[in-house]
């Protein structure tokens, strides 16, 4: 033993590699310990902000209107308001292919000594797909607004009609002629 501990003071580099190698372990059991505590809470983060809400058509026509009504029941005496809007097509979703093309041309001679040449084009096309398995959208059209529909119970003096005319054709982007209002009864 006593061998054993002259060896290893009498040789530097020795002294050195046994240095590196227990600082090696000491730090590979602290990222270890450390990696799983930041695994199991990081990841879960940054997959909660990665998720992307695959959204129908009824979801986005839903939530537009849910917005409006909200936003047209702060009218001064405005008592209710609902509103439906009527959508031409439905939402249009563009996948990102790999797309793989190779060329080959191939020169053959036959036993009479003609020459044919051979030319070969091959496409491939392949939808990528994320980590989830769900397919990786480069465009996704919205479905077009073709008509809304808005009824309102309204006490005020002021004639809500042409401010509730401008409300709907300004934050949805839609022509007058597609818009109808409907006052009940007050």
Request: hydrophobic residues 35%.
């Amino acid at each position: 033993m006593n061998n054993f501990i002259n060896m290893f003071k009498e040789n530097k580099n020795l002294k050195y590699a046994v240095n590196i190698f227990i600082l090696l372990v000491i730090i590979s059991l602290i990222l270890k310990l450390d990696t799983s505590k930041i695994t199991g809470t990081a990841s879960n983060n940054l997959t909660d902000k990665n998720v992307e809400k695959v959204m129908t058509r009824e979801d986005y026509v839903f939530s537009l209107e849910e917005r409006l009504e909200k936003i047209l029941a702060k009218i001064e005496y405005m008592q209710s308001v609902d509103v439906m809007i009527y959508t031409k097509k439905t939402p249009e979703m563009k996948p990102v292919y790999d797309e793989n093309f190779s060329n080959e041309t191939n020169i053959e001679v036959g036993t009479d000594g003609t020459k044919r040449e051979v030319n070969r084009e091959t496409k491939q096309n392949k939808v990528i797909l994320g980590g989830d398995n769900r397919v990786v959208e480069k465009s996704y059209e919205y479905p077009q607004i073709s008509g809304v529909l808005v009824v309102a119970k309204y006490n005020g003096d002021k004639d809500i009609y042409a401010t509730l005319m401008n409300c709907v054709k300004t934050l949805l982007d839609i022509n007058i002629n597609d818009i109808e209002i409907i006052l009940s009864n007050k």
